[in-house]
C-alpha cells in the first residue's frame, strides 16, 4: 500500500493523510468496533510513534488494543501486538510503571 511505501521510504508527513484516509474510510464501512478499525488505528499509531508524536499515538495504541480485546478476548496475537506496542510507547515515555 500506498502509505506503507512511503512510511518505510521515511516520507512520514506524506504517509499520514493516507493512514487517516484509511482510518476514516474503515470506520464508515465498518463501524467503529471493527477490526479493520483496529488495524488502521494501529497503523497510524505506529506512524506517530516512530515520528515520536507519542500522546498523539497513545490514545490510538489503546483503542486499537480495546477493540481487538473486545473481539478476539485476551489470548491472541494481536491483542499481544497491542499491548506490545503501547508498551514500547511507555518505555519511550520513560513511564516505566505503567508499561509494565
Do not use: M, W
Amino acid at each position: 500500500d500506498l502509505a506503507g511505501l512511503l512510511k518505510d521510504q521515511g516520507y512520514y508527513d506524506k504517509a499520514t493523510p493516507h493512514y487517516e484516509c484509511a482510518l476514516k474510510f474503515c470506520e464508515e464501512q465498518f463501524g467503529p468496533d471493527h477490526l479493520k478499525v483496529a488495524k488502521a488505528l494501529n497503523d497510524l499509531a505506529e506512524l506517530l510513534f516512530l515520528q515520536g508524536k507519542y500522546d498523539d499515538a497513545k490514545p490510538l495504541f489503546e483503542r486499537a488494543l480495546r477493540i481487538r480485546q473486545e473481539n478476539h478476548g485476551l489470548d491472541h496475537q494481536d491483542v499481544a501486538t497491542s499491548l506490545n506496542n503501547l508498551a514500547q510507547l511507555l518505555n519511550e515515555q520513560a513511564k516505566y510503571d505503567e508499561a509494565k
